[in-house]
């Protein structure tokens, strides 16, 4: 059953896929399977009482008193109730952060089955963090690379998963931040981490409308040679300057007039 944000603009994209491509009909029908997806934190698997999960279990937020040198020590960390689901083009969840906390170490990412919870995502093998104190994109190990801007309080940060091009990708305040490459077959988890004195975020699983416009992520899916965000972003400031000027009318608002408007003005010879 449809019964949030995301899966309602899924289930449109999901079928024009069907209608699209070449799978077979066993891939198609597969697909159209209905799937569990997540809808809270999982209050059971948390590791070593660092965590409150408020009785929402949306909101989280770092307990813990002492502070320790050791870069890997003392980490609170939650997944999900439920792997993202794997039947689907794209899954995608964020998190507010409410408070930065004393440092600000906030991890969001995607692990698998048997994460070590006292571990950042990213810093264990087989998943993927993108941490707010430094910007990092750890894959697999402790070892940070270069990625993206801090964030901090009153900050919007999303994780997802592009099915369609195998691709992990982060965002802030509702634009990309970048994407990795997934190669991790098993199933995966979204998971936050928490590591400094009164950090705490809200996390969205799709019960509310997310600060990323999904419906651009699915359109660049069908449109790969737009992926420039540079290229949509001109596209869709052109887009707003000719509607604010009243030279198209009233259903050109519509996201799918947009879609066209963006084709017919970027469109390679």
Known sequence: ??????????????????????ASTEMVTEAAEEEAAPTELNTINIYGGFLNVFPD???????????????GYKVGVAQANLPAPVKRLLYYFEIYVKNAGAKGRIGIGFTPEGFKMCRQPGWEANSYGYHGDDGNLFRGHGMGEPFGPTYTAGDTVGGGINYASQEIFFTKNGAVVGTTRKDVKVPLFPTIGL???NEEVRVNFGKEPFVFDLKVRYFLIFHPHLSSLNVVSSAYCSFISCSSH?????????FFYLCFFIISTFKKD
């Open 195 to 197: 590591h400094s004195q």
């Open 57 to 71: 279990k949306l909101s989280v937020q770092y307990n813990c008193m002492h502070f320790h040198t050791h870069p």
């Open 246 to 254: 009243h030279q198209f009318p009233t259903p050109f608002n519509d």
């Open 1 to 22: 059953m449809v019964n949030n944000h995301q899966d309602g603009i899924g289930s449109y994209f999901l079928q024009l896929w069907k209608q699209n491509s070449r």
